[in-house]
């Protein structure tokens, strides 16, 4: 994950259950080259009830059925 602190930039790896407070993002594949770009961000709580967001940057793996809504525009 990509969080921001203090103004700068980090990569962080979480460990452990967090509930999924937020989950949005958005991609577009191009035609030429089947290039995606876009990303995802997603806002969490930890057990402790702390809350962190960002970007996520690696794999983001739920520990039960999650439902995801898509819309085309």
């Known amino acids: 994950m990509l ?4 103004r700068r930039w980090c990569v962080c ?5 967090f ?5 949005m ?7 030429e080259g089947r290039r995606r770009t876009g990303g995802l961000s997603v806002s969490l709580a930890g057990p402790d009830g702390r809350v962190v967001g960002g ?13 995801v809504k898509l819309t085309e525009t």
Do not use: C, D, Y
């Open 55 to 67: 970007v996520v940057a690696g794999m983001l793996r739920a520990a039960s059925p999650i439902q």
């Open 19 to 23: 509930e999924i407070l937020q989950l």
């Open 3 to 6: 969080l921001m602190f203090k």
């Open 13 to 17: 790896g979480l460990q452990g259950r």
């Open 25 to 31: 993002g958005s991609f577009t594949m191009a035609e």
